[in-house]
């Protein structure tokens, strides 16, 4: 089985559809045999699917995620667990303990936000907690 990841300097990173980099976990007999930092090459939104099918990820760890890229992944038949903040690795390994803290009703729409000069950075505004009051 293959897990992958949205990543940023070993943290789980916060939006889908803007992440430049994957790491991709290798799966056998339950435990992490291999892992591997993935660029997506500028790949974005529409592709990160097919980019992960590319790839045999069975299964996305996330952060904030639209629901086009949720539609898309379904399509491929991956699994989403979106909403998950913090250390990749520990995610990872919460997700095979069975013990992952996630939001299966988890949605990003960064389009309906105002952000200044055309910018934003989704841990500012809480993405991946979008309808979570904190």
Same mark, same amino acid.
């Given at each position: 089985? %293959?897990?992958? !990841?949205?990543?940023?300097? @070993?943290? !789980?990173?916060?939006?889908?559809?803007?992440?430049?980099?994957?790491?991709?976990?290798?799966?056998?007999? @339950? %435990?992490?045999?291999?892992?591997? +930092?993935?660029? $997506? =090459?500028?790949?974005?939104?529409?592709?990160?699917?097919?980019?992960?099918?590319?790839?045999? !990820?069975? +299964? &996305?760890?996330?952060? #904030?995620?639209?629901? @086009?890229?949720?539609?898309? &992944?379904?399509?491929?038949?991956?699994? &989403?667990? #979106?909403? +998950?903040?913090?250390?990749?690795?520990?995610? !990872?390994?919460?997700? &095979?303990? =069975?013990?992952?803290?996630?939001?299966?009703?988890? $949605?990003?729409?960064?389009?309906?936000?105002?952000?200044?000069?055309?910018?934003?950075?989704? #841990?500012?505004?809480?993405? @991946?907690?979008?309808?979570?009051? =904190?």
């Amino acid at each position: 089985m %293959k897990i992958a !990841v949205t990543f940023e300097e @070993g943290q !789980v990173f916060q939006h889908f559809g803007h992440t430049s980099q994957f790491k991709i976990y290798d799966v056998e007999e @339950g %435990k992490i045999s291999a892992s591997n +930092v993935v660029d $997506t =090459n500028g790949q974005g939104h529409g592709t990160l699917a097919g980019f992960l099918t590319d790839h045999q !990820v069975e +299964v &996305l760890i996330c952060g #904030g995620i639209g629901a @086009g890229a949720q539609e898309a &992944l379904a399509e491929n038949e991956i699994q &989403l667990f #979106g909403g +998950v903040t913090g250390d990749a690795d520990e995610a !990872v390994k919460a997700y &095979l303990d =069975n013990q992952l803290d996630y939001n299966p009703d988890i $949605t990003c729409s960064h389009h309906d936000h105002e952000h200044q000069d055309g910018d934003h950075t989704c #841990g500012s505004h809480g993405c @991946g907690n979008h309808g979570q009051t =904190n």
